[in-house]
């Protein structure tokens, strides 16, 4: 069984900044990719950031050069730095990773249970 666990969500003012971590355990062979979403009240949720094994990331458009993903391999946790916030922001943020348990050794993909993130003055 495979848990990711969220934390470093709250209320923050516009341009302010916010760090969400995201710690994944269980019986985890290799975590292939790890991503965190986003989902504002009655919209779809959006791809925000990835990041792989490499450290190789790519953003969504809205976020560039105003948040950065990182990960800790040896800890299975993915960060999301989260600087110059904005109202639009608003939203619960969800880790995703793509990855391989033991025993089965087949790629799959689990969630996080969300962190709701609030920009506000």
């Known amino acids: 069984q495979v848990q990711l666990v969220e934390a470093g969500g709250g209320l923050v003012q516009p341009g302010g900044s916010l760090r969400l971590s995201c710690a994944a355990s269980?019986?985890?062979?290799?975590?292939?990719?790890m991503a965190w979403y986003r989902q504002a009240p009655g919209k779809e949720r959006e791809l925000v950031a990835t990041?792989?094994?490499?450290?190789?990331?790519n953003y969504a458009d809205s976020v560039k050069g105003r948040f950065t993903i990182s990960r800790d391999n040896a800890k299975n946790t993915v960060y999301l730095q989260m600087d110059s916030l904005r109202p639009e922001d608003t939203a619960v943020y969800y880790c995703?990773?793509?990855?391989?348990?033991?025993?089965?050794?087949?790629?799959?993909?689990?969630w996080g249970q969300g962190t709701q993130v609030t920009v506000s003055s």
């Open positions: 995703n990773a793509h990855l391989q348990t033991y025993g089965t050794y087949r790629p799959d993909t689990y």
């Open positions: 269980g019986s985890i062979f290799v975590i292939n990719a």
């Open positions: 990041i792989i094994r490499t450290g190789s990331a």
